[in-house]
């Protein structure tokens, strides 16, 4: 319990899993059992490499970037292994707790042996089967990308030995493609409700939230959900995760990228020829990455602005607000250009 019992009856109405329509299951548990049969009678090649791990806040570009990645040779990505849609029924087998967020590392602990068989290319509900190449002779190096662990950077490379990345996006546009495309789930009510979140949050970004939460605004709420999800990214001194940025891959910067250069000497001739393809969690076939800048309007300033503050964000001013001399620059503590800056948005 939290002493708090606003957040205590929040935290509540989230706490169980399998409440979805029998339907929901069946298909998710028949897909997945589909893949398995497959992947038994089909020779599997061998994993090589360490595995590369994406962090990321929902709508930030993950499948766009999973996309470009999976061009290169050898490459084969793993979606969300962790979301209960992909692994309601490993979490049976394997024992362990399902949550909507895993925040610490004992979270994840639990789900360890079940992750090492993921990573294997053993538990395969997360996999496309389509990219795997049917030869035992062939190597690949697996890339996963995870949305509801938000904090799991030191867990990844500890555990797994994973080369771990994160994926920022401008907040309030994240925010505003989660109300746009599939009307993605909240859960800030949810993680203020656990003791280690509040423990880590500052009483200046514990107040913007619980004042989100109280305003009952979603977009708000949205927007500071993904300023908390992106926590140890923030502040002076910050995680040791590489950052990619989505406002540098839609300006065609893929300097955050060139560690694949291991692994495909022409991925960046591969990046260019696939930049423009409709991503998959994009609907009607838009075509991402048009534009680097939007305006926010005066309520989505201030939530910004305050957000920024609290969070101690000032120095991904100029990457968010699309600065073009930006594109490329790793954000350096001290670089803060104020509220004005703040209300002016970023790249879309």
Request: net charge neutral; proline share 7%; charged share 25%.
């Amino acid at each position: 319990m939290t002493g708090d019992p606003s957040l205590d009856d929040r935290r509540a109405r989230y706490r169980g899993f399998g409440k979805e329509r029998p339907q929901w299951y069946l298909k998710n548990g028949s897909r997945a059992l589909y893949k398995e049969v497959v992947t038994r009678l089909r020779p599997r090649p061998q994993v090589a490499g360490r595995p590369i791990v994406i962090l990321f806040t929902q709508r930030s570009g993950s499948t766009w970037l999973v996309e470009l990645l999976r061009t290169l040779e050898g490459m084969v990505s793993l979606q969300d292994p962790i979301l209960e849609r992909n692994s309601f029924h490993y979490a049976r087998l394997y024992g362990f707790p399902q949550r909507h967020y895993y925040y610490q590392p004992e979270d994840l602990a639990a789900a360890t042996p079940f992750l090492r068989r993921v990573l294997e290319l053993r538990r395969v509900a997360a996999l496309d089967l389509d990219e795997v190449p049917h030869d035992r002779a062939a190597r690949v190096r697996p890339v996963i990308k995870v949305s509801n662990a938000p904090w799991s950077d030191a867990y990844w490379r500890e555990t797994f030995d994973a080369e771990v990345f994160r994926l920022m996006r401008h907040p309030v546009l994240a925010a505003r493609s989660q109300m746009k495309f599939f009307r993605m789930p909240m859960h800030l009510d949810y993680s203020l409700g656990f003791p280690a979140v509040q423990e880590r949050l500052s009483a200046d970004q514990l107040a913007v939230c619980k004042a989100a939460l109280a305003s009952g605004d979603e977009k708000r709420q949205r927007i500071c959900e993904v300023f908390l999800e992106n926590l140890p990214a923030f502040g002076p001194a910050p995680a040791p995760t590489p950052l990619i940025h989505y406002e540098d891959l839609i300006a065609r910067n893929f300097e955050a990228l060139d560690f694949v250069a291991s692994v495909d000497p022409d991925w960046r001739a591969k990046f260019e020829a696939s930049f423009d393809r409709p991503s998959r969690s994009s609907t009607g076939g838009k075509v991402v990455g048009k534009t680097r800048r939007a305006e926010l309007d005066a309520e989505e300033a201030a939530v910004f602005a305050d957000c920024v503050a609290a969070f101690q964000a000032e120095a991904f001013l100029p990457i968010w607000s699309g600065e073009p001399e930006a594109a490329g620059a790793a954000p350096a503590t001290g670089t803060a250009t104020g509220t004005e800056a703040a209300a002016q948005g970023g790249a879309a």
